[in-house]
């Protein structure tokens, strides 16, 4: 068993194979786990001024998929100014506790949590989560007809933002819990 | 939060100025001295878990025909109000004119499964007014968001611009000053912080006007 504390890493650099079996065997669902390379590529079409996200695809020892086949990183990203600017507002914190302490009880969905570490002092931090990249991102210029009304039957992201109701519908679980008189009492514990 | 407010304004007024209106610069200005009761006001309801950042570029949506949706970056998560996510979502998410077709419709559909769920003495009235108040509170995180990041990125600039033009439209159009708290009681606790942050904010303001003129002068 290796005891050695997993290196809080700052940059894609420090994503490894070896970094990578640790981290995953710390949790206790893939201790078995063999990787023998890591393919790093940034989400370069994710515009996010405080994080850096980076999709790995774990390659097992015969070459093929690990398992799991493909995970998301995210860092802080280098700029000062943002870094500062996410102390400020404790941003990294604040994500790091949600997936330690409230996404698995989250009634949205939310990417699963492999690993998560967090450092106060420097407010340095890495998440590695579910790649969810069988999903489609939002892509402003579908979001409604030429004409600005709304393609009422429309399938693609764009359409169900713009009928708005997809989205809020599974926010409305949040809702209620605090809506109802002395259930929020099991959410002011994470109050940050 | 309100000192950040008030040192990220006069960034954020110099970089998109242009598309506050003289009505919408002034309730910036002055919300940023009543932030602390705006936010105690809100929070006075019922809360819950927040997302602090709903809005579709932090969506995935399942495929054609597939109705999932999964939501990411969770870093302005916190407890508040509900509804804030709302307004946030229909401010920043759809366009102006969308959103004024929906957003009666949507708020009603919301409140009435929000009442399905069990929420007590929640009238449509209420999810109503909590929306518009909570429409005030968007101009917070867009506010500290325009004048606090590194806006070399032109991609991140257009973002920027699009949502912050939509919270201001639904702003004017929903009109919530009413719901600006009034300035605090004189020499109190709070009226000495509020007089120390407007003081802050017009220093700052001050040594942005005077920048250029100094780098002309060296």
Known sequence: ?192 | MQTVYLLTLPATLERFGNLFTARTRRLAEDFGSRIAPQFAAVADGPRTVVHGDYRADNMLFGGEGNKDLAVIDWQGFGIGCGMYDVAFFLGTSVTSDVRRLIERDALDEYHEIVSGLGAENYTREDSWQSYRQNMLSTLMPMVIGCGALDMSDPKLVNQTRELLSRVLTAIEDLDPWEFLPPPERFLSRGWGFATLSRFGYRAYRLALRLRPRRKRSG
């Open chain 1, 1 to 192: 068993m290796d005891c050695q504390p997993i290196p809080l890493i700052t940059d894609a650099e420090g994503i490894t194979a070896e970094w990578m079996r640790r981290v995953l065997a710390s949790g206790e669902a893939s201790a078995a786990m063999e990787i023998a390379r890591v393919e790093v590529g940034r989400l370069s079409d994710v515009t996010n001024a405080l994080g850096n996200l980076y999709r790995c695809r774990l390659i097992a020892p015969d070459g093929g998929p690990a398992s799991p086949a493909s995970v998301i990183v995210k860092l802080p990203t280098a700029n000062s100014l943002a870094l500062r600017f996410a102390r400020w507002m404790s941003l990294h914190r604040r994500e790091h506790v949600f997936y330690r302490d409230i996404a698995a009880q989250s009634h949205l969905r939310v990417p699963a949590l492999f690993y998560c570490d967090f450092e106060p002092r420097s407010h340095r931090f890495v998440l590695m989560l579910e790649d969810l990249g069988g999903m489609e991102a939002y892509r402003k210029s579908s979001a409604s007809t030429k004409s600005g009304r709304v393609a009422p039957s429309g399938k693609s992201p764009g359409c169900r933002v713009a009928s708005g109701r997809p989205m809020m519908i599974p926010h409305c679980p949040l809702a209620a819990i605090f809506s109802t008189p002395g259930k929020d009492a099991s959410c002011r514990r994470f109050i940050c």
